[in-house]
């Protein structure tokens, strides 16, 4: 190998070094800015019409700021699913709605609609599972989510009678509200007893919960 391409392998080898470095320090900055608007805005965590899955009283949260249309929320939700059986009495698992995908906002307000009916989780797991048949996210097919919805049992009269409610629309805004407080910017975005994970991936997410209930035991 001659002298000229050493030389340009290094350069190359320099770059990509500071370019790695600086998306690792912007990334950084941006989990510190948040961590820290998470500590001084605590309250913005969990609200009273947020859905619950899980224990009440269990000591580890999580909170998962999701969009029913985001194939990586559809992708992890079994992920989160898994957790809650390895801890069944130490883990709940509380959802907050990030609607940035197209059509979102209606899929959420049927969701908040379905509560009065007690069919929120069924209806959820139903349209995660059809995600693939309806969430284009140019041009989302929300009749295919009605179908699911008709498939889960859901009173679709009454249900989009209270879709279109006060009820739903004042949960969309206060998580919207919410989320561009905390800077959250994508989804899905995890907090495990207010901490946001080190780095995405399911393997960090575990290990934080795994973190936080062996925290609990000791208290």
Not at 126 to 144: M, R, V
Not at 210 to 215: D, I, L, R, S
């Amino acid at each position: 190998m001659n002298s000229k391409k050493m030389t340009v392998i290094i350069v190359l080898g320099v770059v990509l070094a500071f370019f790695a470095f600086g998306m690792y320090s912007y990334q950084k900055r941006v989990q510190n800015s948040q961590e820290q608007k998470v500590n001084q805005q605590a309250e913005r965590m969990v609200r009273m019409h947020s859905p619950v899955l899980g224990p009440q009283s269990a000591p580890v949260t999580i909170v998962e700021f999701f969009d029913p249309a985001c194939e990586t929320c559809r992708a992890f939700y079994p992920i989160v699913k898994d957790l809650m059986k390895q801890y069944p009495n130490d883990v709940r698992l509380v959802l907050r709605y990030a609607p940035f995908h197209q059509g979102s906002d209606k899929v959420v307000k049927l969701l908040e609609a379905s509560k009065r009916q007690d069919k929120y989780w069924p209806l959820l797991e139903a349209i995660l599972a059809a995600q693939p048949t309806w969430a284009d996210h140019g041009n989302p097919n929300l009749d295919a989510v009605y179908n699911v919805a008709e498939q889960v049992g859901l009173d679709m009269q009454k249900a989009m009678n209270d879709a279109s409610g006060p009820g739903p629309d004042a949960a969309l805004k206060q998580d919207v509200e919410d989320l561009t407080a905390l800077e959250v910017t994508k989804t899905p975005t995890f907090f495990v007893n207010g901490r946001g994970l080190p780095s995405f991936g399911p393997d960090q997410l575990a290990a934080l919960v795994a973190e936080e209930v062996a925290k609990s035991k000791k208290q």
